[in-house]
């Protein structure tokens, strides 16, 4: 079974600290994402990567970056977190490629994040 | 502008019935791939459906079928037999070609089984 996990489920920080999400995938994928869900918003794409060291720009990239050293491994950074930035945050991978059948992605379970 | 809608935040259906979740979309790609996400309380998003733009019949997938309306740019899923366990946000997603693998996710439905 694919996997992706996450490094912490629940997580609380301080204003202004900096913060580490990290995400593992154990099925060599090589695109990996990460999104930031909010009630009445579905979710949205903060970073994605296509191949190690290589990122883009989702939707909503600002006071975000991230990392790609390792394929299987995709850090979120938050240099300096906010308390707009509590949120669920949601890591996922999928195959390369066009739109095929199956080439979904698949999610890990999670982290939720609030800033105080 | 939104790419994918869907219009009821929240739905109720008793056990053991069907339900429709609805979901449009908006692209003008003649290829695309569109699914369909589960997400329970626990919060991990489950795939549960997909349906390529080409493909000639509706998706099907256990309990779940996907009600496939090109012209109308509608891809509703069908939850046959609902069971207590379907409560959940369900989550409609795009993907175009020009995106890479990026989804687009409308703003969920949250379903509740009634015993």
């Known amino acids: 079974d694919v996997k992706v996990t996450q490094s912490s489920r629940y997580l609380v920080k301080r204003t202004g600290e900096k913060v580490f999400l990290e995400c593992v995938q154990d099925?060599?994928?090589?695109?990996m994402f990460w999104y930031r869900q909010d009630p009445g918003l579905g979710l949205r794409l903060i970073y994605f990567?296509?191949?190690?060291?290589?990122?883009e720009k989702g939707d909503i990239p600002e006071g975000y970056s991230v990392s790609r050293e390792k394929k299987e491994r995709f850090s979120l950074i938050l240099e300096s977190a906010s308390t707009n930035q509590t949120s669920m945050y949601l890591c996922?991978?999928?195959?390369?490629?066009?739109?095929?059948?199956?080439?979904?992605?698949?999610f890990g379970p999670g982290t939720r994040l609030t800033v105080l | 502008a939104q790419k994918i809608t869907q219009t009821q935040p929240g739905m109720f259906v008793q056990e053991k019935e069907a339900v429709t979740l609805d979901c449009t979309y908006d692209?003008?790609?003649?290829?695309?791939?569109l699914f369909w996400y589960k997400q329970p309380s626990s919060g991990e998003m489950i795939f549960l459906i997909y349906?390529?733009?080409?493909?000639?019949q509706n998706a099907t997938e256990g309990r779940y079928s996907l009600n496939f309306q090109k012209a109308r740019k509608s891809a509703n899923l069908v939850i046959s037999a609902s069971q207590l366990g379907d409560s959940a946000m369900y989550f409609c997603?795009?993907?175009?070609?020009?995106?890479?693998?990026?989804?687009?996710f409308g703003q969920g439905t949250e379903l509740s089984v009634k015993p």
């Open positions: 996922a991978s999928s195959f390369a490629g066009g739109v095929t059948r199956g080439n979904e992605q698949f």
């Open positions: 099925m060599d994928h090589e695109n």
């Open positions: 990567s296509y191949d190690v060291k290589m990122k």
């Open positions: 692209t003008s790609d003649p290829s695309y791939g």
């Open positions: 349906q390529g733009s080409y493909d000639q």
């Open positions: 997603a795009m993907r175009e070609p020009v995106s890479g693998g990026k989804l687009i």
